[in-house]
Antibody, heavy 117, light 112 residues
């Protein structure tokens, strides 16, 4: 069974940092492009960051560029998102997604990040 | 940035009847490789989004065949041939042609 399980969310003060993790199982992680997508409470979906299957190609949304860092460890079947200088606008549920162009896209259940003083 | 729009934004449906959602992109999603980089997702209440359709018309594994995707260039459509009660939720289209990947605003589908 395919699973993507996010962790690392929680409450943090403005200006603080968090590191999200996403553990993958049930598929060949190293063959999948990975993304982080977030959803603010009651709002729509916003793409945050992309990393290619090898980790060579990385892209960010302008809203997080310079503050967030995506990475992956194919040996550990894991995806990460280091989030620094967090602000209220970063409050959201963060989902990791995995895409293989022959099979489609898998989503995790998400982890909630709350930025508040 | 490619801007995605959807219509309608709210869609009351009757079980057993067909339903259709439109998605328009500000830039063609047809790649030179002939693939259309457009996904459809359904987010059921309290759940994470699930993939319905990818590359414009490819049904994801496990998705009932009452769901179909069509369209090209900048205009795409998701059709449900016969709506069932379990189809309620918010439907999103998303372009995967270029970063930043962008989503439509969502279409909320509920039962009349």
């Amino acid at each position: 069974e395919v699973q993507l399980v996010e962790s690392g969310g929680g409450s943090v003060q403005p200006g603080g940092s968090l590191r999200l993790s996403c553990a993958a199982s049930g598929f060949i992680f190293s063959n999948y492009e990975m993304n982080w997508v977030r959803q603010a409470p009651g709002k729509g979906l916003e793409w945050v960051s992309f990393i290619s299957s090898s980790g060579v190609n990385i892209f960010y949304a302008d809203s997080v560029k310079g503050r967030f860092t995506i990475s992956r460890d194919n040996a550990k079947n894991s995806l990460y998102l280091q989030m620094n200088s967090l602000g209220a606008d970063d409050t959201a549920t963060y989902y990791c997604t995995g895409r293989h162009w022959d099979y489609g896209v898998y989503w995790g259940r998400g982890t909630l990040v709350t930025v508040s003083s | 940035e490619i801007v995605m729009t959807q219509s309608p934004l709210s869609l009351p449906v009757t079980p057993g009847e067909p339903a259709s959602i439109s998605c328009t992109s500000s830039h063609s999603l047809l790649h030179t490789n002939a693939y259309k980089y457009l996904d459809w997702y359904l987010q059921k209440p309290g759940q994470s989004p699930q993939l319905l359709i990818y590359l414009g018309s490819n049904r994801a594994s496990g998705v009932p065949d009452r769901f179909s995707g069509s369209g090209s260039y900048t205009n795409f459509t998701l059709k449900i041939s016969r709506v069932e009660a379990e189809d309620v939720g918010v439907y999103y289209c998303m372009q995967a042609l270029q970063t930043p990947f962008t989503f439509g605003p969502g279409t909320k589908v509920d039962i009349k």
